[in-house]
């Protein structure tokens, strides 16, 4: 046997909804080497064929495990992820995942490292949160939060923090009761009986949890009694000023001042008022302009004026002998008075570019 055949290989999720397809290599002795990876855990079944024929006992069950822990993938589920009461047990659960998502067995569960847990609030109230193995594999967080008011829980697994933390805990009085997914501790000394009738009133558990986000009417109407007005607004307030002053700091809350915010040159035009800011890009041409041409009058000036050699002054010797008219002269004389006035023309219009300016952005501009 030398190989050669055409084998393919194909693999299927037990749920149905994943599919994969392996490699085959020819190792050219009659022997194939079959490789393949799936993101899902489970079972999954290979089938192989050669030449579009399954061979013998095609397909294969094939069972895939979980990968290692990965704290970036592991979650955190239950009542106490988000709402506790003052006073009594919350509780909540850390399900270890692989990068895939996939849920890990309980002997992987070391993998994961040390899971540590701290709920803070305002920066000044910390709470550390005892870690306890479950039976099924995952971790249970338990704390009691000493008063109401919200809290930042965070959970991390060798360092690196769980997926989506850190959680916002909403920490009511204990009168109070929630509904969610069970995972709140029982207060102390209460008894089954009044547990399960308290779960088996659907209506009184909703009318509780929606009193649960209505502000009592002591803050609402100024210390009086019974149901106060649903601030929403004013709830919102306080909860975000909490989170602003969570690192111990509330400075700034109430300023009002966005000039953090601004451009630079924005802040340069506020911080300078005086300062005149052109708006209007035609004249800011008509500067530029107007500073060449200037630049190139004073440049001339130092070269002791006129253009070239033309314009040198010669120097004073004995007058010449008057000549008679001649055409050439009186044509030399004709354009000479031609670009006298041309020049005088282009000293009103810089005067009137220069005045312009001035009196537009209420600075006066150097004199030519």
């Not at 592991?74 to 506790?84: L, W």
Request: proline share 8%.
């Amino acid at each position: 046997m030398t190989g050669g055949d055409a084998f393919t290989a194909t693999l299927a999720h037990s749920g149905g909804d994943a599919r994969a397809v392996a490699s085959v290599e020819d190792r050219g002795d009659g022997t194939y080497r079959c490789t393949y990876e799936v993101e899902r855990a489970g079972v999954w079944t290979c089938a192989v064929e050669v030449d579009g024929e399954p061979v013998a006992d095609s397909p294969y069950l094939v069972r895939v495990a979980p990968g290692a822990p990965s704290p970036r993938a592991t979650t955190v589920a239950g009542d106490g992820r988000s709402f506790a009461h003052a006073g009594r047990p919350a509780a909540a659960r850390v399900e270890p995942r692989d990068r895939f998502g996939n849920r890990c067995l309980p002997e992987q569960v070391r993998g994961l490292g040390r899971v540590e847990a701290s709920l803070v609030r305002d920066g000044a109230t910390s709470v550390a949160p005892d870690v306890s193995c479950a039976d099924d594999g995952s971790l249970r967080l338990t704390y009691v939060a000493p008063e109401p008011g919200w809290y930042r829980l965070t959970v991390t697994a060798g360092g690196e923090p769980l997926a989506g933390c850190p959680f916002s805990v909403c920490v009511q009085p204990p009168g109070t009761v929630a509904g969610g997914e069970g995972d709140t501790a029982p207060a102390p000394g209460a008894s089954a009986g009044a547990a399960g009738a308290a779960a088996a009133d659907a209506a009184e558990a909703a009318a509780a949890e929606v009193a649960a986000l209505r502000l009592a009417g002591a803050s609402g109407a100024g210390g009086g009694a019974g149901p106060g007005v649903d601030d929403v607004v004013g709830r919102w307030a306080r909860i975000a000023e909490s989170e602003f002053a969570f690192d111990g700091d509330a400075a700034g809350w109430d300023s009002a001042d966005d000039g953090d915010r601004l451009p630079a040159h924005e802040r340069y035009r506020r911080e300078h008022p005086g300062v005149p800011v052109v708006e209007n890009m035609e004249d800011m041409w008509m500067l530029t302009k107007y500073q060449v041409s200037r630049g190139r009058r004073r440049r001339r000036a130092a070269q002791g004026g006129g253009r070239g050699r033309r314009g040198r002054r010669r120097p004073a010797g004995p007058p010449r002998r008057p000549r008679g008219p001649c055409p050439q002269n009186e044509v030399k004389e004709r354009e000479r008075e031609a670009a006298e006035a041309r020049a005088e023309a282009r000293r009103a219009r810089r005067e009137g570019m220069r005045r312009a300016l001035g009196a537009k952005y209420g600075a006066p501009v150097p004199p030519a």
